[in-house]
């Protein structure tokens, strides 16, 4: 059974920093291309950040390129989303997501495209 949990959330203030990590279990961690989304109240699903399956080559939306940083260690089978000089459109419950990777180089975007997800955290940045 595959499990993704992710930790790490709270109530910061503008221009902290934040750690999230997706522990995962019950799939071979570097088999599986990994992501993280998330969704503010109103809005829909986005994706934040992609990393490939081995972690050499990652995805961020522009909205926060230059300021998070996502990797993952395969060998604690964890995915990391490093969020510094947060701001209050960065607040949103943040989720991790995993699919098996077709190719090593390759990462995915779209919700759709995830088999497994997590159960979120909260992210609020306060002003």
């Known amino acids: 059974q595959v499990q993704l949990v992710e930790s790490g959330g709270g109530l910061v203030q503008v221009g902290a920093s934040l750690r999230l990590s997706c522990a995962a279990s019950?799939?071979?961690?570097?088999?599986?291309?990994m992501a993280w989304f998330r969704q503010a109240p109103g809005k829909e699903r986005e994706p934040v950040a992609a990393i490939t399956r081995n972690g050499d080559s990652q995805y961020y939306a522009d909205s926060v390129k230059g300021r998070f940083t996502v990797s993952r260690d395969n060998a604690k089978n964890t995915l990391y989303l490093q969020m510094s000089s947060l701001n209050p459109e960065a607040t949103a419950f943040y989720y991790c997501?995993?699919?098996?990777?077709?190719?090593?180089?390759?990462?995915?975007?779209?919700?759709?495209?995830?088999?497994?997800w997590g159960q979120g955290t909260q992210v609020t940045v306060s002003s």
């Open positions: 019950g799939l071979t961690f570097s088999s599986y291309a």
């Open positions: 997501a995993a699919r098996p990777a077709l190719l090593s180089g390759q990462y995915y975007l779209r919700t759709s495209e995830y088999r497994y």
